[in-house]
């Protein structure tokens, strides 16, 4: 993905950028305002017409002045270690269903991962993450409850800007207006301010070996999580040792049985089921009997994945050119944000 515009525009400082008027003033020449308009427009027609075609459905004559816009999604994935049940039932398999309703960005957060050694973007994680959704224009971004926080710091970040350096003026002197943004006007405002999406289930998938800790690709068991490549030997043996309790029959919510509520909530997930089906129906049993059922369940839940993935990983040409055409429809958006960027904040472009 395009670097992330507060962080290149981070970079632009240190490296002593040329301005065309003194920022303390808050004002920039009304000539200067005009010469980016007239650059602007050229550069929003080389964008619009391959854009338009990713985001917004065109008026079938021109009589009609509506334009139907999907809202935008913007969402990642670390690329270290293992894919596991977590992150498909709390993220991935989410993603399925809200790339059926909305324009879709999924991507691998490269900067984010720290390799062998502590990268700085261990330090600055939610200011990467807050780039880059406001990149990308995003209108919801998928988060479980535990980054609520940092959306909340991405929300302020493109409030602050607007208001500093958005409004009509800007728009008036050639501010940036292109279908890039979903094909909405958003009245001189320079970034969306995104909305938090929180699954109502899911958000939230917990250890194998801890119902108190969040299932994670750094734990350094193995046994604490379900990767989704795992065989069916190797899913219905963690299943049948992981964490249990003492208590008699199966039951949701409660405070004290948290590996209990866990593991139904999985099974939940995975048959598709509601929350009082399954505990209607398992509210009697022993755990023998309800952790084959479950890993029963996962098995043949995660067998039609690897099928798939097993196909896809063969052929590297098609990878190759599914990351080509995504990173080609996300360079246009990024573009057009750090142009605008760029413009209203008063920097030169090199």
Known sequence: ???????????????????????????IPNLYWKRWGRMNKRYASTLRCYCSSVSVSEPKSSETSSITV???IVSGVQPTGSIHLGNYLGAIKNWISLQN?????FFIVDLHAGDENVGVALLTYPVLMASDILLYQSDFVPVGEDQKQHMELTRELAERINNLYGGRKWKKMGGFDCLCYSGDRRGG???KVPEPLIPQAGARVMSLTD???KMSKS????????NLLDPKDVI???IKRCKTDSFSGLEFDNPDRPECNNLLSIFQLITGRTKEEVARECQDMNWGTFKTLLADALIDHLHPIQVRYEEIISDPAYLDG???EGATKATCIADATLNSVYQAMGFVQR
């Open 101 to 105: 309703s909305y324009e879709a960005l």
């Open 1 to 27: 993905m395009s670097s992330s515009v507060i962080s290149h525009l981070s970079l632009l400082s240190i490296a002593s950028p040329r301005f065309v008027a003194p920022m303390s003033s808050g004002r």
């Open 189 to 191: 405002a320079i970034f």
């Open 322 to 324: 599914v990351l080509l």
């Open 219 to 226: 734990a350094p068991s193995d046994q604490s999580r379900i």
């Open 236 to 238: 219905a043996n963690k």
């Open 211 to 213: 119902g108190l800790s």
């Open 70 to 72: 999907k809202k935008r």
